[in-house]
């Protein structure tokens, strides 16, 4: 019998299972977030480049992951699962192995700098297999009921551990030296690696697999409005320390901090509303959340009522995608599930991707504050789209 037909375990034992599965997307995305904050500093001031490579640097990585996303899809759906989290985990050694060479080069800056870009985008690739992989493994394992609760632990994970990463790594550089940031990721994705390595796989889904633009096309609208909402969070991740410098307020950090406890407390409290009402009424009340959340931001007459609009949409984004994420996977046959994970986590990526420029040209011409605004608009026309959608569904 199939894990989807089964009888249906306790909610704490398919909650353990999920979180032994989650776990490998958490130690890869320790292995992203620990040099986050530590490499443009390093090919600034040590490596001696200009503050535009110290920024490629970083970006080339998610850049890498945009691309990769159909690679992913296509190695989980004929390899399966397991082997894709055993690629990235790998990848994600092979970055710490980068970074290690570069540190060594780091007399000849141009080398270094090349080793570095290599690895962020190894990195990149080994982010979509990991992150995409895990999802798909833990849903093998307790079966599409519990796609929700897959997909918010699996973002509970990759946040989490960005979380955490980012000062680690500057605490390991602090006191250890450069060449601890790249020996950590080597380790952390070798254990990641031997914990995955014994852990059982179900056979690969048999079935035609569709195109990968067969897939993206299915999932287009529901990534679409995923991508509509995720730029809220693009803009508050990217600009709210300009925006509160600009309006000589203090205490930015705390809005990032605001955003993302209620995001995973959202996450943690009411991933299971997704199966008792459905992904799309669901995604719908949580974009009327974030939306009011960013007019906040947008018409804050102070820095507290700015905290509370930030809170707000992190409270409010937390659940679109795993919900979206519920009904556009119903679109793809079990054979193409891996595809049509990655095609619906490249809209995210995209959002994030263009949101940083673009906003930023709003702000040049608007004043920060404005960027809100846009953000708030974004999120009410994903709203609209999800209500259309949820209307097609019925009909």
């Not at 979380?163 to 680690?168: D, F, K, Q, R, S």
Request: hydrophobic share 55%.
């Amino acid at each position: 019998m199939s894990v989807d037909t089964a009888a249906a375990p306790s909610n704490a034992a398919v909650t353990l299972e999920v979180v032994s599965v989650v776990l490998f997307t958490f130690l890869a995305y320790l292995t992203i977030g620990i040099p986050l904050a530590v490499l443009p500093g390093y090919v600034h001031h040590d490596l001696g480049f200009g503050s535009v490579l110290a920024g490629l640097v970083i970006s080339v990585q998610y850049l890498a992951t945009l691309l990769t996303r159909p690679y992913a899809g296509t190695v989980i759906d004929t390899l399966g699962p397991k082997r894709a989290v055993l690629y990235g985990m790998a990848g994600c050694a092979a970055s710490g192995l980068c970074m290690l060479l570069s540190v060594m080069l780091q007399g000849l800056p141009a080398l270094s700098l090349g080793s570095l870009l290599l690895g962020r985008m190894i990195l990149g690739t080994a982010e979509s297999l990991v992150g995409t992989g895990s999802i798909t493994w833990g849903i093998d394992r307790v079966g599409m009921l519990h796609t929700a609760k897959v997909i918010s632990w699996n973002g509970i994970a990759s946040y989490g551990a960005l979380a955490v990463g980012a000062p680690l790594g500057v605490l390991l550089v602090q006191h250890f030296g450069l060449a601890s940031m790249g020996l950590s990721v080597l380790l952390l994705a070798l254990l990641g690696f031997a914990l995955a390595w014994p852990r059982r796989a179900k056979d690969v889904q048999p079935g035609e697999r569709l195109p990968f633009h067969h897939v993206l096309g299915r999932v287009a609208a529901h990534g679409s409005g995923l991508a509509l909402g995720g730029i809220g969070f693009g803009c508050i991740a990217t600009f709210i320390t300009l925006y509160y410098g600009s309006r000589g307020w203090a205490g930015a950090v705390y809005c990032l901090s605001a955003f993302g406890g209620c995001f995973i407390g959202a996450r943690l409290l009411f991933a299971h509303a997704i199966n008792r009402h459905g992904g799309f009424p669901v995604a719908i009340v949580c974009l009327l959340v974030e939306s009011l959340g960013l007019l906040l931001l947008w018409l804050a007459p102070g820095p507290w009522s700015a905290l509370a609009g930030a809170a707000l949409s992190g409270f409010g984004f937390s659940l679109v995608f795993p919900a979206l994420g519920v009904e556009a996977v119903k679109l793809a046959p079990a054979s193409s599930r891996g595809a049509a994970l990655g095609a619906y986590s490249l809209f995210i990526d995209l959002s994030l991707g263009i949101t940083g420029p673009l906003a930023g040209a709003i702000a040049g011409g608007y004043g920060f504050g404005s960027i809100f605004l846009f953000a708030c608009v974004a999120a009410l026309a994903g709203l609209s789209l999800s209500v259309w959608l949820y209307r097609r569904s019925r009909g």
